[in-house]
């Protein structure tokens, strides 16, 4: 009887690991954490995963209430196969990890700065967190 694979290990940046990025990383873990292993951090991060982020989230029966911002420089010396950043910011100012690993850049709107009423907001939460499922899942799916 073989081993069993090894689980790749991806890694989402974004500026302050409060929505995007903790989206992307719940639905990775959710959806797809029999061949991959999520973790998620920022450039900047903020003091807390955004409410509105965990409430969407929970309306697609994945729980990121436990998610913690964390900074990008905790996860250098680790090995990652991926690392996907997910806004522009966080692109240009992504460091240089020490071991190599393919670098995908996926940006989506960042809907914290949306504006209006909370179900107003919750909409663009909704948008942005179905938008990560529809493009970042099948390119993973796609690398393993």
């Not at 719940?26 to 029999?34: H, T, V, Y």
Request: proline share 7%; glycine share 6%; net charge neutral.
């Amino acid at each position: 009887m073989s081993a069993p694979a090894m689980r790749r290990r991806v890694l989402v940046l974004c500026t302050g690991n409060s929505c995007r990025s903790q989206m992307a990383e719940g639905w990775i873990n959710a959806l797809l954490g029999g061949r991959w292993e999520a973790s998620s951090a920022g450039t900047h991060p903020a003091a807390a995963v955004h409410p509105l982020a965990v409430r969407a989230m929970a309306e697609a029966g994945v729980d990121v209430s436990g998610g913690v911002p964390e900074p990008v420089e905790r996860y250098l010396d680790e090995r990652w196969d991926l690392v996907v950043t997910v806004c522009d910011s966080a692109k240009e100012a992504c460091p240089s990890f020490p071991r190599p690993a393919e670098r995908v850049h996926l940006a989506f709107l960042d809907p914290a700065t949306a504006e209006g009423t909370d179900e107003e907001k919750m909409a663009v939460f909704r948008r942005v967190r179905d938008e990560i499922r529809a493009r970042l899942l099948p390119l993973l799916a796609a690398r393993g």
